[in-house]
C-alpha cells in the first residue's frame, strides 16, 4: 500500500517516508516523551512550591531591579537555544536528553512565579488545574486536527518566527517602559492563537519532516509550545479571576 504521506517528500529518512509500523513507532516515543516532561515538569514546580517561603523568596528576587523579568527572560532563552542544539544533536542519544531535560527544568524555573502568583496572590489554587485542564483539550484537538487532516503545517513556520519577534519585542517594551504599553487579556488571547499554531507546525513535523532518530527533538518541540499555551491560557484565567 502506498505512504499518503510520502508522495511530495523526496528525503527518504523522514518519518513520512517510513512503513506503517515505523511511523507509529516514531510517534509513540515522541508522544511518552512529551508525557514524560510534562511529568517531570510537574513534579519539578510541586517540589519548589512545598518550599516554605519560596513566595516570598521569589517575588523579593523579581523586585529588586525593574528589570529581572528581563534578566530571567534573557537566560531562558540563552538556556532554550543550548537544549534545542542538544536535542536535535545527532552526536548521542545522552546529548538529546540532556537538552530535554535541561529545557524542562528552565521551564519549570521559569513558569514558577506566574503558578506562585496564581496560588498566593490571586488566592484561588483551583486556577492552575483549570488552566492545565484547558490547556490539554486544546493540545488534544489541535493534535487530532493535524493528524486527521494529513496537512502540512510547515507553511506557518515563517509566519510564527515573525509573530514570535513581535511578541517578544512588546515584552521587552513592556517591561522598559511598563507606562507605554500594557500586555492584557488580549495579547494573552493573541499568544493562545500564536502557541496553537506552534502546535499545528510542530505537529505536522512530526508526521512530514522530522527523521525516525528525532523523536527527542520532536518532544521538546511540542513541550515547548504545550508550556507556551499553558502560560497564556493561565494568564487569562488570573486576568478574569
Known amino acids: 500500500m502506498e505512504n499518503p504521506y510520502s508522495s511530495s ?5 523522514t518519518v513520512a517516508a517510513q512503513p506503517v509500523d515505523v511511523r ?20 519539578i514546580e510541586a517540589a519548589l512550591m512545598s518550599i ?32 534545542n542544539s542538544w536535542a536535535n544533536s545527532d552526536t548521542s542519544k545522552g546529548v538529546q536528553y540532556l537538552g530535554l531535560g535541561v529545557y524542562v527544568i528552565a521551564e519549570a524555573i521559569i513558569f514558577l512565579p506566574l503558578l506562585l502568583m496564581a496560588k498566593w496572590q490571586v488566592g484561588d489554587s483551583t486556577l492552575i488545574m483549570k488552566a492545565g485542564g484547558v490547556t490539554l483539550l486544546l493540545f488534544l484537538g489541535l493534535t487530532v486536527i493535524a493528524f486527521t487532516t494529513k496537512k502540512d503545517f510547515s507553511f ?6 515573525i509573530v514570535g519577534m513581535i511578541a517578544l519585542g512588546l ?23 500564536f502557541a496553537a499554531g506552534s502546535i499545528l507546525y510542530n505537529t505536522s513535523n512530526i ?5 525516525t532518530s528525532q523523536y527527542v527533538a520532536a ?15 493561565l494568564r487569562i484565567f488570573m486576568s478574569r479571576d
Not at 506557518?156 to 518566527?161: A, D, I, Y
Not at 508526521?207 to 527523521?211: A, E, K, S
Open 24 to 43: 507509529a513507532a516514531f510517534i509513540r516515543k515522541t508522544y511518552s516523551h512529551l508525557a514524560g516532561a510534562i511529568v517531570v515538569f510537574a513534579m
Open 52 to 83: 516554605p517561603g519560596i513566595e516570598t523568596t521569589v517575588f523579593n528576587l523579581l523586585a529588586t531591579s525593574p528589570y529581572s523579568w528581563l534578566l530571567v527572560l534573557g537566560g531562558f532563552m540563552g538556556v532554550s537555544w543550548l537544549a
Open 9 to 13: 517528500y523526496a528525503n527518504p529518512y
Open 207 to 211: 508526521i512530514h519532516h522530522y527523521q
Open 171 to 193: 515584552i521587552v517594551v513592556a517591561v522598559i517602559w511598563p507606562g507605554a504599553i500594557t500586555l492584557g487579556l488580549w495579547f494573552s488571547v493573541a499568544m493562545v492563537i
Open 219 to 233: 518532544s521538546l518541540g511540542l513541550f515547548a509550545s504545550v508550556a507556551l499555551l499553558f502560560w497564556y491560557i
Open 156 to 161: 506557518l513556520g515563517g509566519m510564527l518566527k
